[in-house]
């Protein structure tokens, strides 16, 4: 092929002039079009479904629930473990305790197992507290480390622990939330917990957060029997408050639910599990070509 021309029959996509040329495969466009024009009255009825309620709610006085109430009450004097579900309100404790250990002078840690949610629990707090009031420890970042309030990795605050039993000191906190506390669990990482929860000495209250932990007595009494401390454990069960729904967005920019209406996997979707498309085969060919 001379330099500079198009090869035959390549205007840049499977067209010529406008026409089609034989063996071809027929445009992605096309057939979204002919599948949209496909959709029944059930697929509109589906996304309803799907879609019905999500908004933001009006505004409204917030009034805790009484398990946020209950556990405020006996952090004061006992270690608490709060297993409730996603999106109940575990943070709303934590919060709520840190400003009043602020207030008063003393200090916290705020522990998590992953550094994204270290990062976005320390620009929550910065907001809330005040920057000058919240500091951030990860095995990246370090920043204002004498702040009153510490954000950190768990791995972080059991190696400080460590740090302070070889120096004959103690860490210099008086309260330690930590947030995903089922991680004591964890084949690989688990060790970071139990020892965070055995070194602690038990001056430091804790407040465990969970949302998964199936044997919360269990677990507060192996609590108790390490520190000598009384562990409250707070359950509050049932279903999320903020429902889940599943969809998937298919190459069409159409949504559908993951579920039919009763609760089965919709097999609408497998028109999209197919391995080769019309317009994955024309890429592949494509590439092939040129």
């Known amino acids: 092929m001379a330099r500079g021309k198009r090869k035959k029959g390549h205007p840049g996509g499977p067209y010529k002039g406008g026409q089609r040329r034989s063996g071809d495969s027929q445009p992605y466009e096309r057939k979204s079009e002919r599948f949209i024009a496909e959709k029944s009255s ?23 629930d009484p398990f946020q109430v209950e556990a405020l009450e006996a ?6 473990l709060v297993t409730a579900p996603t999106g109940s309100g575990k943070t709303w404790i934590a919060r709520e305790e ?10 916290t840690w705020y522990t998590t ?15 809330e507290f005040g920057e000058e009031s919240v500091g951030i420890l990860t095995g990246d970042r370090k920043e204002n480390p ?14 400080q622990l460590f740090d302070a039993l070889r120096g004959g000191e103690e860490v210099d906190t008086d309260f330690v939330i930590l947030d995903e506390a089922h991680y004591l669990s964890d084949d690989y990482r688990g060790h970071v917990w139990e020892e965070a929860i055995i070194l602690s000495p038990p001056r430091i209250r804790l407040l465990m957060l969970s949302a998964t932990i199936g044997n919360a ?33 298919a190459p069409t920019l159409d949504l559908y639910p993951l579920l039919d209406k009763n609760g089965e996997y919709n097999k609408t979707l497998n028109r999209f599990a197919q391995k080769k498309s019309g317009y994955q085969d024309f890429r592949r060919r494509r590439k092939r070509k040129y």
Do not use: C, H, Q
């Open 42 to 64: 059930e697929y509109e009825d589906d996304l309803r479904r799907l879609l019905e309620g999500i908004g933001t709610p009006e505004p409204s006085p917030f009034v805790p």
């Open 75 to 80: 952090i004061e004097l006992e270690d608490v």
């Open 98 to 107: 840190i400003r009043r250990l602020l207030e008063s002078g003393r200090k």
């Open 113 to 127: 197992p992953l550094k994204a949610l270290t990062n976005s629990k320390y620009m929550e707090f910065g907001e």
């Open 146 to 159: 004498g702040a009153p309030l510490i954000v950190g990795t768990t791995e972080i605050y059991r190696n």
């Open 217 to 249: 007595a269990e677990f507060a009494e192996w609590v108790e029997e390490t520190r000598g401390t009384t562990v409250r454990v707070i359950d509050r069960g049932g279903d999320r408050p903020v429902e889940l729904r599943a969809a998937f967005l």
